[in-house]
């Protein structure tokens, strides 16, 4: 009877998901300085490997299949799940969103919620406890622990440095959203943080949205921008979705679960297991190994970022995530912008990941360009002196006809990753970048993502 209670229940909030799917969130415009937070990680074709999506699947999901012994390891123990609390059952703070000032441009994608306004007498939101699982999980925990801390380790390292710099950024916004501060660690599960992280399923940015899914949720996608690979938007974008998520299904697992899968094979799981919990679904064929493992592995590394000092990894601060903005009426590359301002260009490239030609949109009659934060003044003024973008703007030698590239190459016999770089004007660093490899090796039927 409970199950059939959870089932309608279930089904009457679908059809208030589907309408807030359908709400897409404006950029309002004016203000020029733009805080952000701070935190890291690296995604990494090996240890994250998305699989197909299909339907509803709403981001680009991460795999992690390497195989690992079940053997004990006391310096990995899971003693302390129960005390410690992630997602724990004290009720969410909101220090946080005192602390959290975005500048006015990004004010209206905090104004609402699913489209609603927010009530200020309304109830602060409890959630119950993620450590709260079966022991038959436990063991799984403890794997994906080992993995991280030992398989991947020097990778993990990377993953948690970079997500210090976007960390305060990132719980600043969930504070908004009324979610648990924790949720932050997904980011580590998804992409470690990496803005350029893109996904065989073609899911981008730090919290691997989908096309789809990206643009109900107000994320601009287009040949020239991408800001599912913007850490302020896609972050707003992801807690949005996150919420109304736990307000479908009433619990994390489930919710996390749903990101990872779509909701909709999710609701579909447990309908067809007649289940009522993320557990108990687990156990079925009815969702895939991926969703299977992802809470497990969410809380894994959860457990090592909550306390990497326990587990050897660094702890120090990091320089967070801030820039400044400056407003440009004119299609501009950013190695032009480099060249005449004496700002770095991988710094500038940093800054604007959602710039996917490295150049302002040409369709746009003004664009905020960030540029570090102290360099505002230095940009404006020599703005005039900066060539507007054009074919002939550029040395082809010096990889500069970006706006002709192919969105993708599939890598031939004889080919290199050093080739592959030469033919399309690229660093290797930078191809390596925008298809989220380590190495150098590349086998033949590969496709590698060029333009994006």
Request: hydrophobic content about 40%; cysteine-free; overall charge positive.
């Amino acid at each position: 009877m409970q199950a059939v209670r959870r089932r309608v229940r279930f089904q009457s909030h679908a059809g208030i998901l589907v309408g807030a799917l359908f709400i897409a969130s404006g950029v309002p415009e004016g203000g020029t300085l733009i805080m952000a937070g701070s935190s890291g990680g690296e995604a990494q074709a090996v240890a994250l490997e998305p699989s197909t999506q299909e339907g509803s699947s709403a981001t680009g999901p991460s795999q992690i299949d390497e195989p690992i012994g079940d053997h004990q390891d006391a310096s990995l123990s899971l003693d302390s799940l129960q005390a410690e609390s992630i997602l724990g059952s004290e009720t969410v703070s909101l220090v946080h969103a005192k602390s959290f000032d975005p500048a006015l441009r990004f004010a209206g994608l905090f104004a609402t919620r699913n489209g609603l306004p927010e009530d200020p007498n309304g109830p602060i939101v409890t959630h119950e406890s993620i450590f709260r699982i079966p022991d038959s999980h436990n063991l799984k925990v403890e794997r994906h622990m080992r993995f991280f801390h030992t398989a991947i380790r020097g990778r993990f390292e990377q993953w948690l440095d970079r997500l210090a710099h976007y960390r305060p950024l990132v719980e600043g916004i969930f504070s908004e959203f009324d979610l648990p501060s924790d949720l932050v660690f997904l980011s580590l599960v998804e992409s470690g943080f990496n803005p350029h992280a893109y996904s065989r399923a073609r899911a981008t940015g730090p919290w691997q949205f989908m096309k789809g899914t990206a643009r109900l949720y107000g994320l601009r996608v287009d040949q020239y921008v991408d800001e599912r690979r913007d850490p302020i938007k896609s972050t707003i974008a992801a807690a949005r979705y996150l919420r109304d998520l736990y307000d479908l299904f009433g619990t994390w697992p489930l919710a996390m679960a749903a990101y990872n899968a779509g909701e909709g094979k999710v609701l579909r799981a447990l309908q067809k297991a007649r289940a009522e919990s993320f557990w108990e679904i687990a156990q079925t064929r009815h969702i895939r190994r991926e969703t299977k493992e992802y809470v497990s592995r969410f809380v894994a590394a959860t457990t090592i970022a909550k306390n990497p000092d326990r587990y050897g990894f660094s702890s120090e601060a990091r320089d967070p995530y801030q820039f400044e903005e400056v407003v440009v009426h004119r299609p501009v590359h950013l190695r032009d912008v480099a060249k005449t301002t004496g700002i770095s260009y991988l710094e500038l490239r940093r800054l604007n990941p959602e710039l996917r030609r490295d150049m302002t949109p040409p369709t746009d009659p003004e664009y905020h360009l960030k540029v570090p934060v102290g360099a505002k003044a230095t940009v404006e003024q020599m703005l005039d002196k900066i060539p507007a973008w054009g074919r002939s703007s550029f040395n082809p030698g010096n990889g500069a006809s970006r706006g002709q590239l192919p969105e993708w190459y599939r890598v031939r016999v004889g080919d290199s990753l050093a080739k592959i770089a030469k033919r399309f004007h690229l660093s290797i660093p930078e191809l390596k970048a925008r298809n989220n490899l380590t190495s150098h090796r590349v086998k033949p039927g590969d496709l590698l993502a060029i333009s994006h």
